[in-house]
């Protein structure tokens, strides 16, 4: 059998016709697309190109609002210091507990320089509450951030509605959406978003590419000054290979969104009713009727992620999981945290993420290790007494904790 | 994925003594918050001998928790209780072959459960005595908590004081910004501020007299002294070390006895080179003699 890969929010494979279109870009068309000569004659045409893919997938209004980027933390780093730079004045910025790292990180950096950070919590599946962020947006809010599709569990936030409340406010608004492009179908000019984010890695593109959506007519500063690329907006000689890579890649996506929400969703589903039927004592976390079609997030209790994750490499099988010990942070994934997830089972979530690339063969053979997976280490399990949890867990075993 | 070593998979993949000894007279339970592990040890122990005639145990936690727990219950059964008492979190992460530094966590919880497991054996209430953090210093295993405790303990204003106290931050320097950020914390905290340029109030041992960069003799000196202080460990596998020239801040040595051929030379080098640095607080390339020829081509091409 071979290897089974289910850690598709993680990364993605690129795709054969992706790098098929990027190679003449490394071996003929290497010219600088500035340059006047033959050698840059198709480039230019090529990004251009490139350009209207992506601004297909996302229902862009005009291909001049895609601005090409390094990656998605990038484009996070550019709208956000975009807008507190534009509007100087303006000193709080709205935010969820559950954004990634490249938001949650650089609004902990700001918040040393004196703004005011608001994190929206969420409830136990993961949800924001509409009405005290209406209570939040005011003049003194330079942007909110809120993340299209959670990376963990998958749970979609209704970004939509709230950048419609927040442009009533007169406040800008951003999605991170990188998790969510290419997997859920989106028409931007319907919308009331002024920035957004993806990135090329996490749909069959290489990594190292990422896009910057930036409605016309939103005040705008660059993060990189220098050449005129990108209408001045993003300076840097242009990854030409990537973004025609990341073009095809979009067209792609677009062609396949129906399979993703339907054959896609399809296996997922099956994996997490398979899973939940056939072992005790775990559960799906997030909010489980408004998720990516290719995402699972499930606690197993009583035992850690990190010791599963060996034991389903072993099998030939790779996800990933939320626990502390993966990272070497000191907690479980602040996800499980905002979402009161007890840290006996937020330390055992294993997420299973799906591509277009996987098959209802490998959910099965999935089906068939996790039991035992997760029985070989409940039967090291403090917590664990032969076909069950321990009377009373919490009571039975009671660590002393340094 | 972390890159553990085969004696950490070995230990995972196929645990020893797992699960609870039937008629245990001793059980330690200790958890660590980092990672959120937690492990049970039980122990029969010898009434009469003292000896631990046999140990198991049950671990919730990662690859190298699990791993830890089993190599442990090795390491002493068959031992005294005085004896096992002596085994530390490094014997334990010597046995699995190495621990990367955010984990050796492990290992220390390892020792805990043991020493927990004795303590309630001979009747007695087991403590805690440190408190772990979130890691900071990735060269030196040195947590927050610990670079905290001594910021406040001794003064500390400055990174090269957390590093002359602590090590922390004395290796690649990526940590720095953690390290002032506890500082500022910490400092203010005293309604103190934290002031990147105060001049350190430690100062570096042996060497802390010289004022400015080192005069080459001083440097030469120094790395003499050094060489000396780290023969005893180069001759007790059979090789030796002999300092041949001193340029600027690079240092020609010559490998020799055992070590020389020897696969393990360029780490041992590596070695000397992170103890010159440490003791000389400054940079110093060792590079071994015999590059030195080419040097000199070069010079007189």
Not at chain 1, 338 to 361: C, E, L, V
Not at chain 2, 1 to 23: C, I, L, Q, R, T
Not at chain 2, 81 to 87: M, N, P, Q, S, T
Not at chain 2, 145 to 158: C, D, G, H, P, Y
Request: aromatic residues 6%.
């Amino acid at each position: 059998m071979s290897d089974i890969y289910l850690d598709n929010n993680a990364t993605t494979k690129v795709d054969h016709a992706v790098v098929d279109v990027m190679i003449p870009y490394f071996l003929e068309q290497y010219g600088n697309p500035s340059s006047i000569h033959k050698f840059a004659d198709g480039v230019a045409r090529g990004i251009k190109r490139a350009r209207q893919q992506v601004q297909e997938l996302i229902g862009a209004e005009h291909d001049s609002e895609i601005i090409f980027t390094s990656c998605g933390t990038e484009s996070n780093s550019t709208a956000i210091l975009s807008a507190i730079k534009a509007q100087p004045n303006k000193k709080e910025i709205i935010t969820t507990t559950v954004e990634h790292p490249a938001i949650l990180s650089l609004c902990d950096a700001l918040e040393k320089d004196g703004y005011t950070i608001h994190r929206m919590p969420v409830d136990k599946a993961g949800r924001l509450n509409v009405e005290s962020y209406k209570k939040l947006l005011s003049d003194q809010v330079a942007i909110v951030s809120v993340m299209w599709a959670n990376n963990e569990t998958g749970t979609i936030f209704p970004v939509q509605e709230l950048a419609q409340l927040a442009h009533d406010a007169g406040v800008m608004f951003h999605t991170d959406a990188v998790q969510a492009v290419g997997k859920i179908p989106m028409m931007l000019q319907d919308t009331k978003i002024d920035m957004l984010s993806l990135s090329g890695h996490k749909l069959h593109a290489p990594k190292g590419i990422g896009v910057l959506y930036l409605r016309r007519g939103t005040r705008y500063r660059p993060l990189l000054r220098g050449g005129h690329q990108e209408r001045g907006r993003r300076a840097g000689t242009e990854n030409t290979a990537s973004i025609v890579g990341l073009g095809k890649a979009c067209e792609l996506a677009l062609a396949h969104i129906e399979y993703e929400n339907t054959q896609v969703k399809a296996m997922r589903d099956r994996l997490e009713r398979g899973i939940i039927e056939q072992i005790p004592h775990c559960f799906v976390t997030g909010d489980l009727y408004n998720r990516l079609p290719n995402t699972t997030d499930i606690a197993f209790e009583y035992i850690e992620g990190e010791a599963i994750l060996m034991l389903l490499n072993k099998a030939g099988i790779a996800a990933s999981s939320g626990s502390a010990c993966t990272s070497g942070s000191l907690e479980p994934s602040h996800v499980m945290r905002a979402m009161d997830i007890p840290y006996t089972a937020a330390h055992g979530t294993i997420r299973f993420s799906f591509s277009r690339y996987n098959s209802m063969h490998e959910v099965d053979e999935v089906l068939k290790v996790m039991p035992g997976v997760v029985a070989t280490l409940r039967k090291l399990s403090p917590y664990w007494e032969g076909d069950g949890p321990v009377v009373n867990p919490e009571q039975a075993f009671k660590p002393t904790y340094a | 994925m972390w890159d553990y070593s085969d004696k950490v998979k070995e230990h995972f993949f196929n645990p020893k003594n797992a699960g609870a000894v039937p008629d245990a007279n001793a059980i330690g339970e200790v958890g660590s918050i980092s990672c959120g592990d937690a492990l049970r040890l039980t122990l029969k122990v010898d009434d009469d001998s003292e000896v631990i005639l046999d140990a198991g145990f049950q671990t919730f936690g990662c690859g190298s928790a699990i791993a830890s727990s089993s190599v442990l219950t090795e390491i002493i059964k068959g031992m005294t209780i005085d004896d096992a008492l002596k085994v530390t979190n490094q014997d334990i992460a010597d046995q699995l072959e190495g621990l990367p530094p955010e984990k050796m966590h492990c290992s220390v919880m390892g020792r805990e459960a043991l020493q927990a497991a004795i303590a309630n054996y001979r009747g007695e209430e087991w403590a805690d005595d440190h408190e772990e953090g979130a890691l900071i210093c990735k060269c030196f295993a040195i947590d927050a908590v610990m670079i905290e405790e001594m910021v406040w303990a001794n003064k500390l204003r400055t990174v090269e004081d957390v590093t002359n106290f602590t090590k922390a931050g004395g290796g690649c320097a990526s940590c720095h910004e953690d390290i002032e950020a506890i500082l500022e914390k910490v400092l203010a905290e005293k309604g103190e501020k934290f002031d990147p340029e105060a001049p350190a109030v430690t100062k570096k041992p042996a060497v802390a007299e010289v004022k400015g960069p080192l005069t080459n003799l001083q440097r030469i000196k120094k790395i003499e002294e050094v060489l000396e202080s780290l023969r005893p460990a180069l001759m007790a596998d059979g090789g030796d070390v002999e300092l041949v020239e001193v340029m600027g801040n690079t240092a020609y040595v010559n490998m020799t006895g055992a070590c020389n051929g020897c696969q393990m030379a360029a780490m041992t080098i590596a070695g000397i080179q992170q103890r010159l640095m440490e003791v000389m607080g400054e940079f110093i390339k060792v590079v071994p003699a015999s590059e030195m020829k080419k040097l000199v081509n070069i010079e007189v091409a």
